[in-house]
């Protein structure tokens, strides 16, 4: 059906946007988090401490997009609203059993792993939904949705900041808990529009049959080309991508002391994000087809040249200004991600086109943190890090480049298919008019030697 523009779509589009808040609020804020574990479970004599805590958020955040090939799986076969419930209630255990814990050791499983599944079922159908009620909004309502995640990475800091020198960090977890408890009631409001492949099969008989597995893993999205640089270039540019999140805390800890608020930094981050989604995702609106794709080219521009600043930054005053820069792009980046999977695959495949991609994120953006932080081990120092983190958004950037010249060829290879075919039956209708004489009745062959 033909998506409402409205309606109930804005009572989903503000389920989606705590989701968004709930999920990459407390992901963004790792690092108030991090410092935090460092000094609870860490000691002087062990020399790897940076990178066996690092891996905690990093398993964390890429597990989030790891997930997602299989969400999109579930998301077509039962439908946005059960995945987000029961996506919801799985985080919402992983982060309640991980304020039990007494080493770092069992975190990666509560809350790298089980908290962080949990999060991709209730994320990813929160982006999939709001194509039933919108499609000319959907750049703006992306935007709105996206934002919720700047809201959240403004307020929460300094919020964890408080709760953990008040109550520490095990009650921090625990009090973190509503976030998720409110996201898993959140999802109940995913009223579908479009039947999903359960009420498709199952029909009026009520009986469920899985289809062909051609049909749950669609992978006839790669043979697009242009999505398939797409969702290769977009991993390339990530590896970088988290460091700042993860680290910057630490690296403004050991290079001013405790003479700053660090907490500041993620405030600038969460406020020109927020910003750079909004604006951003309404410009995209008018940025005919796959063009979309420059805005992703120049966020990924800025965010590596602003990684890249980061160590030249001797006064906190210029660390507040690169952040900010850095969080404006971070948001036309993350805003128009679902804009442009409409424009490359349509509708119908875009859940699994999303899924794809952000399981393929999942790599750089595991992998970027913990290698951040054994450099900083064996370094004494991030500035290695941070320089080396600002080079695959760079290289990932020219890669997208590419895109929209290579779509507009498919188009038009497209629209010259149906011409062919219209050629050939016109060609054939020729061949019969010829065969025939003016009365409609066939010509008789000549006995000549023709």
Same mark, same amino acid.
């Given at each position: 059906?033909?998506?409402?523009?409205?309606?109930?779509?804005?009572?989903?589009?503000?389920?989606?946007?705590?989701?968004?808040?709930?999920?990459?609020?407390?992901?963004?804020?790792?690092?108030?988090?991090?410092?935090?574990?460092?000094?609870?479970?860490?000691?002087?004599?062990?020399?790897?401490?940076?990178?066996?805590?690092?891996?905690?958020?990093?398993?964390?955040?890429?597990?989030?997009?790891?997930?997602?090939?299989?969400?999109?799986?579930?998301?077509?076969?039962?439908?946005?609203?059960?995945?987000?419930?029961?996506?919801?209630?799985?985080?919402?255990?992983?982060?309640?059993?991980?304020?039990?814990?007494?080493?770092?050791?069992?975190?990666?499983?509560?809350?790298?792993?089980?908290?962080?599944?949990?999060?991709?079922?209730?994320?990813?159908?929160?982006?999939?939904?709001?194509?039933?009620?919108?499609?000319?909004?959907?750049?703006?309502?992306?935007?709105?949705?996206?934002?919720?995640?700047?809201?959240?990475?403004?307020?929460?800091?300094?919020?964890?900041?408080?709760?953990?020198?008040?109550?520490?960090?095990?009650?921090?977890?625990?009090?973190?808990?509503?976030?998720?408890?409110?996201?898993?009631?959140?999802?109940?409001?995913?009223?579908?529009?479009?039947?999903?492949?359960?009420?498709?099969?199952?029909?009026?008989?009520?009986?469920?049959?899985?289809?062909?597995?051609?049909?749950?893993?669609?992978?006839?999205?790669?043979?697009?080309?242009?999505?398939?640089?797409?969702?290769?270039?977009?991993?390339?540019?990530?590896?970088?991508?988290?460091?700042?999140?993860?680290?910057?805390?630490?690296?403004?800890?050991?290079?001013?002391?405790? =003479?700053?608020?660090?907490?500041? #930094? /993620?405030?600038?981050?969460?406020?020109?994000?927020? +910003? &750079?989604?909004? !604006?951003? @995702?309404?410009?995209?609106?008018?940025?005919?087809?796959?063009?979309?794709?420059?805005?992703?080219?120049?966020?990924?521009?800025?965010?590596?040249?602003?990684?890249?600043?980061?160590?030249?930054?001797?006064?906190?005053?210029?660390?507040?200004?690169?952040?900010?820069?850095?969080?404006?792009?971070?948001?036309?980046?993350?805003?128009?991600?679902?804009?442009?999977?409409?424009?490359?695959?349509?509708?119908?495949?875009? =859940?699994?086109?999303?899924?794809? #991609? /952000?399981?393929?994120?999942?790599?750089?953006?595991? +992998? &970027?943190?913990? !290698?951040? @932080?054994?450099?900083?081990?064996?370094?004494?120092?991030?500035?290695?890090?941070?320089?080396?983190?600002?080079?695959?958004?760079?290289?990932?950037?020219?890669?997208?480049?590419?895109?929209?010249?290579?779509?507009?060829?498919?188009?038009?290879?497209?629209?010259?298919?149906?011409?062919?075919?219209?050629?050939?039956?016109?060609?054939?209708?020729?061949?019969?008019?010829?065969?025939?004489?003016?009365?409609?009745?066939?010509?008789?062959?000549?006995?000549?030697?023709?």
């Amino acid at each position: 059906p033909e998506p409402p523009e409205g309606g109930w779509g804005w009572v989903v589009m503000l389920a989606a946007m705590w989701c968004n808040g709930a999920v990459f609020g407390i992901q963004n804020s790792c690092g108030v988090l991090f410092v935090s574990m460092l000094q609870l479970f860490g000691s002087s004599e062990d020399k790897q401490l940076v990178f066996k805590t690092a891996w905690v958020s990093s398993l964390s955040m890429g597990m989030v997009f790891f997930c997602s090939p299989i969400v999109s799986i579930f998301t077509d076969l039962f439908g946005c609203r059960k995945v987000a419930v029961i996506g919801a209630a799985v985080g919402l255990v992983g982060l309640l059993s991980s304020s039990f814990v007494s080493t770092i050791e069992p975190l990666y499983f509560t809350y790298g792993i089980l908290f962080a599944c949990g999060c991709s079922f209730a994320y990813q159908p929160s982006l999939v939904i709001l194509g039933h009620y919108f499609k000319k909004r959907l750049g703006l309502v992306n935007g709105i949705v996206t934002a919720g995640s700047s809201l959240f990475t403004v307020s929460l800091p300094f919020l964890l900041r408080v709760l953990i020198d008040s109550v520490g960090l095990y009650n921090t977890l625990r009090v973190l808990c509503i976030l998720m408890f409110v996201l898993f009631l959140a999802g109940f409001t995913y009223k579908p529009l479009v039947p999903n492949t359960k009420d498709k099969e199952g029909g009026k008989k009520g009986k469920f049959k899985l289809p062909p597995a051609k049909k749950i893993c669609n992978f006839s999205v790669f043979k697009v080309l242009s999505y398939r640089i797409w969702a290769f270039g977009i991993p390339a540019a990530l590896f970088g991508y988290f460091v700042p999140y993860v680290h910057l805390m630490n690296h403004v800890k050991e290079r001013f002391g405790n =003479s700053v608020p660090e907490e500041v #930094l /993620l405030l600038c981050l969460g406020i020109t994000s927020g +910003v &750079g989604r909004l !604006i951003f @995702g309404r410009v995209a609106d008018y940025i005919p087809g796959a063009k979309k794709i420059y805005l992703q080219v120049a966020s990924f521009f800025f965010i590596g040249l602003m990684s890249m600043m980061i160590p030249l930054c001797n006064v906190f005053g210029a660390l507040v200004a690169v952040c900010l820069f850095m969080g404006l792009f971070d948001g036309c980046f993350i805003c128009i991600m679902a804009p442009i999977a409409f424009e490359l695959v349509g509708a119908q495949d875009v =859940s699994q086109a999303i899924g794809f #991609l /952000l399981g393929l994120m999942s790599v750089p953006m595991t +992998v &970027g943190p913990p !290698i951040a @932080g054994l450099l900083r081990d064996k370094l004494g120092t991030y500035d290695v890090a941070f320089y080396l983190a600002g080079v695959p958004p760079l290289i990932g950037g020219a890669i997208l480049c590419l895109i929209p010249w290579v779509h507009e060829r498919q188009k038009l290879k497209e629209r010259a298919k149906p011409v062919d075919g219209e050629t050939t039956e016109k060609m054939l209708e020729n061949e019969s008019t010829l065969g025939s004489d003016m009365t409609g009745k066939p010509v008789k062959e000549l006995d000549s030697g023709f």
